[in-house]
Nanobody, 120 residues
Framework: QVQLVESGGGLVHPGGSLRLSCVAS????????MGWYRQAPGKQRELVAM???????NYADAVKGRFTISRDNAKRTVYLQMNSLKPEDTADYYC??????????????WGQGTPVTVSS
C-alpha cells in the first residue's frame, strides 16, 4: 500500500509565504511524475505544478514566478514553495504522484489534502 502525506498548509496574510511538503511511503519501486493540485470551494481541481524524476518542472500560468516545485528523490518527498500569496490561492492543496509498485504496475496516488488560506 502507498500513502502520500501532505503538510505545511495554514493561514497566511496576502504577500506571505508557505512551504508544502508531501512524503510518499509504502510499497514503492520508483516514483515518476510528482505534482501539486488545488481545489477551491465550488471549483474544479486544477494543476498547480508538476516535476519529473529528473527535475523538469511545469507550472500553471497563475502561479508562475511565485511558486517553486522541487523534490528530494532519496526522501521520496515533493515540496511546493509558495511566495507572494494572494487570496485567490486559497484552496485545498493535494499531492499527486505516479508510482511504480511492481515491474508491471504504475498507478496514480493522491494525498488527503492540506488547506491553504490567504486572508488579511
Amino acid at each position: 500500500q502507498v500513502q502520500l502525506v501532505e503538510s505545511g498548509g495554514g493561514l497566511v496574510h496576502p504577500g506571505g509565504s508557505l512551504r508544502l511538503s508531501c512524503v510518499a511511503s509504502g510499497n514503492i519501486v520508483s516514483i515518476n511524475m510528482m505534482g501539486w493540485y488545488r481545489q477551491a470551494p465550488g471549483k474544479q481541481r486544477e494543476l498547480v505544478a508538476m516535476i519529473t524524476s529528473g527535475g523538469t518542472s511545469n507550472y500553471a500560468d497563475a502561479v508562475k514566478g511565485r511558486f517553486t516545485i522541487s523534490r528530494d528523490n532519496a526522501k521520496r518527498t515533493v515540496y511546493l514553495q509558495m511566495n507572494s500569496l494572494k487570496p485567490e490561492d486559497t484552496a485545498d492543496y493535494y499531492c499527486n504522484a505516479d508510482i511504480r509498485t511492481s515491474v508491471f504496475v504504475v498507478r496514480t496516488f493522491w494525498g488527503q489534502g492540506t488547506p491553504v488560506t490567504v486572508s488579511s
